[in-house]
């Protein structure tokens, strides 16, 4: 098992970052490829970002590339989403997951966070 718990979501004008944290227990972290996945108000959840063990390896979905950046700490057990140039479509709820394979897809993953809210304002 693996707990995640996230955190660094708040309400921030358009233009404006955040960074989002999500620490993990548990089972060895570095052993786990992590994404961060979104989920908006009547929309299905989305793939956001997702970072290889190692943190070398890193994808993203096209609505965010060149704004938001994925990192680890395998010492401190976190990953984290940096956002900048936030726009009001990114409002969403934002959830962290752990997998035994790197994907975009969220099939493939085996734990979840609860998720933190971000609200970006116009």
């Known amino acids: 098992q693996v707990q995640l718990v996230e955190s660094g979501g708040g309400l921030v004008q358009a233009g404006g970052s955040l960074r989002l944290s999500c620490a993990a227990s548990g089972r060895t972290f570095n052993n786990y490829y992590m994404g961060w996945f979104r989920q908006a108000p009547g929309k299905e959840r989305e793939f956001v970002a997702a970072?290889?063990?190692?943190?070398?390896?890193?994808f993203y979905a096209d609505s965010v590339k060149g704004r938001f950046a994925i990192s680890r700490d395998n010492t401190k057990n976190t990953v984290y989403l940096q956002m900048s140039s936030l726009k009001p479509e990114d409002t969403a709820v934002y959830f962290c997951a752990a997998a035994n394979a790197i994907s975009r897809s969220e099939r493939s993953y085996d734990y979840w966070g609860q998720g933190t809210q971000v609200t970006v304002s116009s």
């Open positions: 970072i290889g063990r190692a943190g070398s390896s890193t």
